[in-house]
């Protein structure tokens, strides 16, 4: 459930007379930062970073649909009026506690990245999705976690010409998501493509 006291445009650092197209990239920007994956599942930072990574898909969750902004916000003001009331506190949904629900709603987002930055592609044999050669560039071309997941998944993906040191366009399995091809990935990639990500976007933002 959302916490009443929690400040969903300090999460995502934004302004609160900020757009839909602010929020929006508020949300990339801070969800490439603390995604679980940039570090190993080992390390201490883990859970720190699923937790705060919860907390920026609610932020998004909360204010990317005008509806649900617009009560956020009522009670948000309320809150700075009657600071020693408790009002009933803003609920952005309970699904928005589990871990795996910011995953799917990140995956939605995080194929629209891919897309702008040329990292996978429609298919028009079946209106499905690739991954492009970029995308396996970035990853690594032909590292040993690629083409692991590559030689391990064969019946579901074609492999296509290789050349250099990248790999070819690689076909995923019909119906399978850009995202659930990336997270099939050894988190080693899985990192690399995140950061290069996070730094295209970033880029992007200073050359707007």
Do not use: C
Not at 7 to 30: C, G, N, W
Not at 32 to 48: G, M, W, Y
Not at 161 to 180: I, P
């Amino acid at each position: 459930m959302g916490d009443s006291g929690i400040d969903y445009y300090k999460i995502l650092e934004v302004d609160p007379s900020a757009t839909e197209q602010q929020i929006r990239f508020a949300y990339k920007r801070a969800a490439l930062k603390s995604h679980p994956d940039r570090v190993p599942a080992t390390s201490p930072e883990r859970a720190s970073r699923e937790e705060t990574f919860k907390r920026v898909n609610e932020a998004y969750y909360a204010l990317s649909d005008p509806t649900r902004r617009r009560e956020y916000d009522n009670e948000r003001l309320r809150r700075q009026r009657q600071q020693k009331a408790q009002p009933p506190p803003f609920s952005p949904g309970p699904e928005t506690d589990s871990f795996s629900f910011a995953s799917d709603q990140f995956g939605s987002i995080f194929e629209e990245m891919l897309r702008e930055e040329g990292m996978f592609e429609q298919d028009g044999m079946d209106g499905g999705a690739r991954p492009t050669g970029r995308f396996w560039s970035i990853v690594g071309g032909l590292s040993g976690g690629a083409l692991g997941f590559i030689v391990a998944n064969f019946p579901g993906a074609l492999a296509g010409a290789v050349a250099g040191n990248r790999l070819g366009a690689v076909r995923d399995a019909r119906g399978k998501s850009v995202y659930e091809v990336f997270q099939a990935l050894p988190r080693e990639d899985k990192a690399k493509l995140l950061s290069e990500l996070a730094a295209r976007v970033l880029r992007s933002a200073v050359s707007s």
